[in-house]
């Protein structure tokens, strides 16, 4: 059945280190981005790529850093620059960027720096 | 600047009852609104949306509705069930020029149903 798949479901950063979250979609969706949520805020959008090899910062993009190699995956890569990476982070997509684009999320992975 | 406010952090209803959840927004070229679900440490579900082009949208139990003039839209949950006990965001977008569906999500409101 069509989904969005986020891996692993829970992640652990050591100091100065960078990890990559995952994130697949089966649904034939050509839009997909990236959130971050913090205890008591809503979502922010960190990046999102419209179509294969092209993707735009979002409003917290800073030490972070994406790739869209294929139109199924858009993998986050949260670099030693990003000094508060502790979050709950959701991967979403979209049938179109166009209008009436609502966007479907994942389950999200959650950070923990150690 | 917080362009879609959630005012309420929480609300708690009695089962059966109605469920109000509110939400404003301040930017007026905001035309697509969408209200999600979100249980903890999962993903939002989608529940119901509307254009700007409405003032109500009508799903089973839940109905949205927007009133332009004044910046304010609201969810409609009836009947509240224990099942509704959730997170709930709103979500904003100016997709007018085709413009990337980015959406400004508000802070939630915590919804507790009481059986």
């Known amino acids: 059945d069509g989904g969005i798949t986020q891996s692993p479901k829970y992640l652990f950063r050591k100091e100065g280190q960078n990890v990559t979250l995952s994130c697949e979609q089966n649904?034939?969706?050509?839009?997909m981005y990236w959130y971050r949520q913090d205890p008591g805020q809503g979502l922010r959008l960190i990046y999102y790529s419209q179509i294969v090899n092209d993707f735009q910062k979002g409003d917290i993009a800073e030490g972070y850093s994406v790739s869209r190699e294929k139109k199924e995956s858009f993998p986050l890569t949260v670099t030693s620059a990003q000094k508060n990476p502790t979050a709950f982070y959701l991967c979403a997509s979209s049938i179109t960027t166009g209008a009436s684009g609502t966007q479907y999320f994942g389950p999200g992975t959650r950070l923990l720096v150690l | 600047d917080q362009q879609v406010k959630q005012n309420s952090p929480s609300l708690s209803v009695q089962e059966g009852r109605i469920s109000i959840l509110n939400c404003d927004y301040t930017?007026?070229?905001?035309?697509?609104f969408l209200w999600y679900k979100k249980y903890p440490a999962e993903g939002p579900t989608f529940l119901i949306s509307i254009s700007s082009i409405k003032d109500k949208n009508e799903d089973g139990r839940f109905t949205v509705f927007l009133n332009k003039s004044a910046k304010h839209l609201s969810l409609h949950i009836v009947p509240s069930q224990p099942g509704d006990s959730a997170v709930y965001f709103c979500a904003a977008s100016a997709l007018g020029g085709g413009a990337t569906n980015k959406l400004i999500f508000g802070t939630g409101t915590l919804l507790a149903v009481q059986p």
């Open positions: 649904l034939n969706h050509d839009a």
């Open positions: 930017n007026s070229m905001f035309d697509y």
